[in-house]
Protein backbone atom coordinates (compact mmCIF):
# COMPACT_ATOMS: atom_id res chain seq x y z
CA UNK A 1 0.00 0.00 0.00
CA UNK A 2 1.29 3.45 -0.92
CA UNK A 3 0.58 6.47 1.49
CA UNK A 4 -1.20 8.95 -0.43
CA UNK A 5 0.24 12.19 0.64
CA UNK A 6 3.32 11.10 -2.23
CA UNK A 7 1.38 10.95 -4.61
CA UNK A 8 -1.33 12.96 -6.59
CA UNK A 9 -4.59 12.16 -8.20
CA UNK A 10 -5.41 13.70 -11.83
CA UNK A 11 -8.96 14.12 -11.55
CA UNK A 12 -11.68 13.75 -8.82
CA UNK A 13 -15.38 14.02 -8.54
CA UNK A 14 -17.04 14.67 -5.40
CA UNK A 15 -20.49 13.80 -5.11
CA UNK A 16 -23.11 15.08 -3.04
CA UNK A 17 -27.09 15.81 -1.98
CA UNK A 18 -28.36 19.19 -1.23
CA UNK A 19 -30.11 17.44 1.37
CA UNK A 20 -27.37 15.44 3.21
CA UNK A 21 -27.49 15.07 7.17
CA UNK A 22 -24.75 17.95 7.07
CA UNK A 23 -26.52 21.40 8.27
CA UNK A 24 -24.87 23.67 5.68
CA UNK A 25 -24.20 21.43 2.87
CA UNK A 26 -22.29 24.25 1.04
CA UNK A 27 -20.10 25.04 4.00
CA UNK A 28 -19.19 21.68 4.52
CA UNK A 29 -18.73 21.26 0.63
CA UNK A 30 -15.45 23.98 1.19
CA UNK A 31 -14.34 22.38 4.07
CA UNK A 32 -14.11 19.13 2.02
CA UNK A 33 -12.79 20.45 -0.85
CA UNK A 34 -10.06 22.37 0.81
CA UNK A 35 -8.58 19.04 1.96
CA UNK A 36 -9.33 17.03 -1.60
CA UNK A 37 -7.57 19.35 -3.66
CA UNK A 38 -4.53 19.08 -1.72
CA UNK A 39 -4.05 15.54 -3.45
CA UNK A 40 -6.28 15.87 -6.04
CA UNK A 41 -4.60 18.15 -9.13
CA UNK A 42 -8.02 18.75 -10.35
CA UNK A 43 -11.66 18.28 -8.40
CA UNK A 44 -15.24 18.27 -9.57
CA UNK A 45 -17.98 18.69 -7.13
CA UNK A 46 -20.81 17.20 -8.67
CA UNK A 47 -24.64 17.57 -7.49
CA UNK A 48 -26.86 14.58 -7.61
CA UNK A 49 -30.41 16.16 -7.39
CA UNK A 50 -32.49 12.53 -8.28
CA UNK A 51 -32.00 8.98 -6.92
CA UNK A 52 -30.24 7.36 -9.83
CA UNK A 53 -28.16 10.64 -10.82
CA UNK A 54 -24.83 9.06 -9.04
CA UNK A 55 -25.29 5.48 -11.04
CA UNK A 56 -25.83 7.33 -14.14
CA UNK A 57 -22.54 9.41 -13.88
CA UNK A 58 -20.45 6.71 -12.40
CA UNK A 59 -21.57 5.34 -16.31
CA UNK A 60 -20.61 8.53 -17.76
CA UNK A 61 -16.82 8.13 -15.67
CA UNK A 62 -16.84 4.63 -17.59
CA UNK A 63 -17.55 5.89 -20.92
CA UNK A 64 -15.47 8.78 -20.44
CA UNK A 65 -18.03 11.23 -21.55
CA UNK A 66 -17.71 12.73 -17.82
CA UNK A 67 -14.18 13.32 -18.34
CA UNK A 68 -10.94 10.91 -19.76
CA UNK A 69 -9.31 12.10 -16.88
CA UNK A 70 -11.52 10.82 -13.77
CA UNK A 71 -8.78 8.47 -11.50
CA UNK A 72 -10.65 8.77 -8.06
CA UNK A 73 -14.73 9.51 -6.83
CA UNK A 74 -15.52 10.88 -3.76
CA UNK A 75 -18.94 10.44 -1.40
CA UNK A 76 -20.21 13.11 0.78
CA UNK A 77 -23.22 11.56 2.34
CA UNK A 78 -24.86 8.92 4.76
CA UNK A 79 -25.13 5.17 3.81
CA UNK A 80 -27.76 5.68 1.50
CA UNK A 81 -25.84 7.68 -0.54
CA UNK A 82 -22.71 5.73 -0.13
CA UNK A 83 -24.77 2.74 -1.63
CA UNK A 84 -25.80 4.48 -4.50
CA UNK A 85 -21.98 5.19 -5.25
CA UNK A 86 -21.32 1.55 -4.61
CA UNK A 87 -23.76 0.47 -6.83
CA UNK A 88 -22.70 3.10 -9.62
CA UNK A 89 -19.51 1.84 -9.38
CA UNK A 90 -20.49 -2.05 -9.44
CA UNK A 91 -22.75 -1.55 -12.33
CA UNK A 92 -20.54 0.20 -14.23
CA UNK A 93 -17.29 -2.15 -13.21
CA UNK A 94 -15.56 1.44 -12.54
CA UNK A 95 -11.86 0.55 -11.56
CA UNK A 96 -11.36 3.55 -9.54
CA UNK A 97 -10.59 4.32 -6.06
CA UNK A 98 -13.37 5.11 -3.42
CA UNK A 99 -13.22 8.24 -0.84
CA UNK A 100 -16.15 8.40 1.89
CA UNK A 101 -16.48 11.57 3.58
CA UNK A 102 -19.65 10.74 6.40
CA UNK A 103 -22.56 12.74 6.24
CA UNK A 104 -25.62 11.21 7.30
CA UNK A 105 -26.68 10.42 11.02
CA UNK A 106 -24.61 6.48 11.48
CA UNK A 107 -22.25 6.78 8.62
CA UNK A 108 -21.72 2.79 9.60
CA UNK A 109 -19.38 2.42 7.10
CA UNK A 110 -16.96 4.97 7.57
CA UNK A 111 -15.98 3.43 11.25
CA UNK A 112 -14.53 0.66 9.37
CA UNK A 113 -12.84 3.03 7.63
CA UNK A 114 -11.34 4.54 11.01
CA UNK A 115 -12.65 7.56 9.74
CA UNK A 116 -14.21 10.57 12.10
CA UNK A 117 -17.70 11.10 12.11
CA UNK A 118 -16.75 14.30 11.61
CA UNK A 119 -16.86 15.70 7.81
CA UNK A 120 -14.00 17.79 7.92
CA UNK A 121 -11.99 15.69 9.84
CA UNK A 122 -12.85 12.89 8.11
CA UNK A 123 -11.85 14.90 4.70
CA UNK A 124 -8.42 15.62 5.99
CA UNK A 125 -7.91 12.07 7.65
CA UNK A 126 -7.91 11.13 3.81
CA UNK A 127 -5.06 12.68 2.95
CA UNK A 128 -2.84 10.01 5.08
CA UNK A 129 -5.16 7.01 3.64
CA UNK A 130 -4.50 3.74 2.36
CA UNK A 131 -6.18 2.47 -0.62
CA UNK A 132 -7.88 -0.79 1.01
CA UNK A 133 -9.88 -3.92 -0.77
CA UNK A 134 -13.34 -4.33 0.27
CA UNK A 135 -15.93 -7.27 -0.59
CA UNK A 136 -19.42 -6.27 -1.79
CA UNK A 137 -22.88 -7.73 -1.47
CA UNK A 138 -24.59 -9.05 -4.88
CA UNK A 139 -28.29 -8.78 -3.39
CA UNK A 140 -30.65 -9.20 -6.34
CA UNK A 141 -29.05 -8.24 -8.77
CA UNK A 142 -28.13 -4.84 -6.65
CA UNK A 143 -25.05 -4.34 -4.33
CA UNK A 144 -24.51 -3.27 -1.15
CA UNK A 145 -21.31 -2.68 0.90
CA UNK A 146 -22.92 -3.18 4.75
CA UNK A 147 -25.42 -4.83 5.33
CA UNK A 148 -29.13 -6.58 4.26
CA UNK A 149 -31.81 -6.46 6.98
CA UNK A 150 -35.67 -7.63 7.33
CA UNK A 151 -38.15 -7.22 10.47
CA UNK A 152 -37.11 -4.60 13.29
CA UNK A 153 -34.50 -3.12 10.97
CA UNK A 154 -37.13 -2.37 8.42
CA UNK A 155 -39.62 -1.29 11.59
CA UNK A 156 -36.55 0.67 12.91
CA UNK A 157 -35.67 2.52 9.06
CA UNK A 158 -39.47 3.68 8.98
CA UNK A 159 -40.12 4.77 12.62
CA UNK A 160 -37.45 7.07 11.76
CA UNK A 161 -38.78 7.93 8.43
CA UNK A 162 -41.43 8.80 10.22
CA UNK A 163 -39.56 10.98 12.84
CA UNK A 164 -40.23 8.64 15.62
CA UNK A 165 -37.52 7.39 17.92
CA UNK A 166 -34.49 5.63 16.63
CA UNK A 167 -34.19 2.81 18.77
CA UNK A 168 -31.12 0.96 17.33
CA UNK A 169 -28.43 2.80 19.54
CA UNK A 170 -25.93 0.74 21.46
CA UNK A 171 -27.95 -2.29 19.94
CA UNK A 172 -31.53 -1.60 21.69
CA UNK A 173 -32.99 -3.64 19.50
CA UNK A 174 -32.08 -6.67 20.78
CA UNK A 175 -34.53 -7.55 24.24
CA UNK A 176 -37.81 -7.12 25.54
CA UNK A 177 -37.91 -3.56 25.60
CA UNK A 178 -38.14 -4.45 21.71
CA UNK A 179 -41.76 -5.66 22.67
CA UNK A 180 -42.63 -2.68 24.03
CA UNK A 181 -41.34 -0.34 21.88
CA UNK A 182 -42.05 -1.32 18.32
CA UNK A 183 -44.39 -4.63 18.74
CA UNK A 184 -41.93 -6.47 16.10
CA UNK A 185 -43.90 -8.51 13.40
CA UNK A 186 -42.57 -12.72 13.41
CA UNK A 187 -42.55 -13.99 10.32
CA UNK A 188 -41.33 -17.37 8.77
CA UNK A 189 -38.44 -18.14 7.68
CA UNK A 190 -36.25 -20.41 5.36
CA UNK A 191 -32.27 -19.66 4.82
CA UNK A 192 -29.88 -21.65 2.94
CA UNK A 193 -26.05 -20.63 3.83
CA UNK A 194 -23.81 -22.88 1.33
CA UNK A 195 -24.92 -26.31 1.32
CA UNK A 196 -27.32 -25.98 5.48
CA UNK A 197 -30.66 -24.82 5.14
CA UNK A 198 -32.00 -23.62 8.56
CA UNK A 199 -35.56 -22.64 8.91
CA UNK A 200 -37.87 -20.67 11.86
CA UNK A 201 -39.87 -18.14 13.29
CA UNK A 202 -37.92 -14.58 13.69
CA UNK A 203 -38.49 -10.86 14.03
CA UNK A 204 -35.54 -9.82 12.77
CA UNK A 205 -32.28 -11.12 10.14
CA UNK A 206 -29.31 -9.55 9.24
CA UNK A 207 -26.35 -10.18 6.50
CA UNK A 208 -23.65 -8.00 7.73
CA UNK A 209 -20.31 -7.88 5.33
CA UNK A 210 -19.24 -4.61 7.48
CA UNK A 211 -18.92 -4.54 11.63
CA UNK A 212 -21.13 -1.77 12.24
CA UNK A 213 -24.99 -1.42 11.90
CA UNK A 214 -27.15 1.36 13.35
CA UNK A 215 -24.62 2.89 14.78
CA UNK A 216 -22.91 0.17 16.76
CA UNK A 217 -20.46 -2.59 16.66
CA UNK A 218 -21.09 -6.29 16.19
CA UNK A 219 -19.24 -7.97 18.71
CA UNK A 220 -18.51 -10.55 16.69
CA UNK A 221 -14.16 -9.98 16.70
CA UNK A 222 -13.44 -11.76 13.93
CA UNK A 223 -16.20 -10.12 11.02
CA UNK A 224 -14.14 -8.81 8.49
CA UNK A 225 -15.39 -7.09 5.46
CA UNK A 226 -12.75 -8.10 3.33
CA UNK A 227 -12.70 -12.10 4.42
CA UNK A 228 -14.70 -13.15 1.25
CA UNK A 229 -17.29 -14.51 3.85
CA UNK A 230 -21.01 -12.64 4.91
CA UNK A 231 -22.10 -12.93 8.54
CA UNK A 232 -25.81 -14.04 8.72
CA UNK A 233 -27.66 -13.31 12.49
CA UNK A 234 -30.74 -14.84 12.83
CA UNK A 235 -32.08 -13.39 15.88
CA UNK A 236 -34.60 -16.59 17.72
CA UNK A 237 -35.61 -15.09 21.20
CA UNK A 238 -36.25 -11.66 22.87
CA UNK A 239 -35.12 -11.54 26.51
CA UNK A 240 -33.00 -9.44 28.61
CA UNK A 241 -30.57 -11.96 29.00
CA UNK A 242 -30.38 -11.60 25.10
CA UNK A 243 -29.78 -8.15 25.53
CA UNK A 244 -27.03 -8.23 28.48
CA UNK A 245 -24.99 -10.67 25.82
CA UNK A 246 -24.66 -9.26 22.83
CA UNK A 247 -22.04 -7.13 24.25
CA UNK A 248 -19.72 -9.81 24.83
CA UNK A 249 -16.88 -10.00 22.15
CA UNK A 250 -16.57 -13.66 20.97
CA UNK A 251 -15.11 -14.86 17.75
CA UNK A 252 -17.48 -17.35 15.26
CA UNK A 253 -16.12 -20.13 16.21
CA UNK A 254 -17.82 -19.78 19.45
CA UNK A 255 -20.35 -17.35 18.88
CA UNK A 256 -23.16 -20.43 19.24
CA UNK A 257 -22.02 -21.68 21.96
CA UNK A 258 -21.75 -18.46 24.15
CA UNK A 259 -24.94 -16.90 22.57
CA UNK A 260 -28.56 -17.44 23.60
CA UNK A 261 -30.88 -16.19 21.36
CA UNK A 262 -29.15 -14.97 18.16
CA UNK A 263 -27.80 -17.51 15.82
CA UNK A 264 -24.71 -17.12 13.77
CA UNK A 265 -24.32 -18.75 9.92
CA UNK A 266 -20.97 -18.06 7.91
CA UNK A 267 -21.21 -18.09 4.29
CA UNK A 268 -20.56 -16.85 0.56
CA UNK A 269 -23.64 -17.33 -0.30
CA UNK A 270 -27.23 -17.15 0.86
CA UNK A 271 -30.89 -17.47 0.35
CA UNK A 272 -34.01 -16.05 2.04
CA UNK A 273 -37.29 -16.96 1.92
CA UNK A 274 -39.95 -15.72 4.06
CA UNK A 275 -43.81 -15.64 5.02
CA UNK A 276 -45.31 -13.37 4.77
CA UNK A 277 -43.04 -11.23 1.72
CA UNK A 278 -40.73 -9.14 3.77
CA UNK A 279 -39.52 -5.71 3.11
CA UNK A 280 -35.67 -5.13 2.96
CA UNK A 281 -32.92 -2.64 4.50
CA UNK A 282 -30.30 -2.54 1.95
CA UNK A 283 -27.60 -0.27 3.92
CA UNK A 284 -30.05 1.97 5.48
CA UNK A 285 -32.29 1.98 2.08
CA UNK A 286 -35.88 -0.23 1.99
CA UNK A 287 -35.22 -1.30 -1.78
CA UNK A 288 -36.17 -4.84 -1.91
CA UNK A 289 -38.51 -7.39 -0.80
CA UNK A 290 -38.05 -11.08 -0.20
CA UNK A 291 -37.45 -13.71 -1.53
CA UNK A 292 -33.34 -13.01 -1.38
CA UNK A 293 -30.27 -13.99 -3.60
CA UNK A 294 -27.26 -12.83 -1.82
CA UNK A 295 -23.74 -13.52 -2.78
CA UNK A 296 -20.31 -12.15 -1.69
CA UNK A 297 -17.90 -10.78 -4.09
CA UNK A 298 -14.37 -10.72 -2.89
CA UNK A 299 -12.02 -7.71 -3.56
CA UNK A 300 -14.49 -5.93 -5.40
CA UNK A 301 -13.51 -1.80 -4.60
CA UNK A 302 -10.65 -0.26 -3.33
CA UNK A 303 -11.30 2.48 -0.74
CA UNK A 304 -9.25 4.67 1.55
CA UNK A 305 -8.62 3.84 4.71
CA UNK A 306 -6.95 5.52 7.72
CA UNK A 307 -4.34 2.64 8.91
CA UNK A 308 -4.98 1.89 12.41
CA UNK A 309 -2.39 3.79 14.33
CA UNK A 310 -3.20 6.93 12.44
CA UNK A 311 -6.61 6.28 13.69
CA UNK A 312 -5.42 5.34 17.10
CA UNK A 313 -3.11 8.83 17.25
CA UNK A 314 -6.34 10.72 16.05
CA UNK A 315 -8.65 9.71 19.36
CA UNK A 316 -5.68 10.49 21.36
CA UNK A 317 -5.53 14.22 19.64
CA UNK A 318 -9.25 14.70 19.71
CA UNK A 319 -9.81 13.29 23.13
CA UNK A 320 -6.51 14.06 25.10
Partial sequence: MNRMTNKKYTHGVLFYHEHSGIKDIYRGLGDVATSLTTFCKHLSIQLSENE??????????KDQSYSDDVDIVFILGGDGTVNELINGVMESELDVPIGIIPGGTFNDFTKTLNLSPRHKIASQQLIS????????MKVNGQYALNFVGLGLIVQNAENVQNGNKDVFGKLSYVGSTVKTLLNP?????????????????????????????GGSRIPLTDLSPNDGYLNTFVFTEERTSVLNDIFKQRDSMNWNNMTDGIKHLLS?????????QMKVDIDGEIALQTPLNIEVIPNAIRILTLPDNDAAEQIETENP
Wanted: aromatic share 8%; with cysteine.
Fill in 52 to 61: GDIIAFCKKI
Fill in 129 to 136: SELKSYDV
Fill in 185 to 213: EHFDYKITVDDQTVEGNTSMLAVANGPFI
Fill in 268 to 276: KHITIETEP
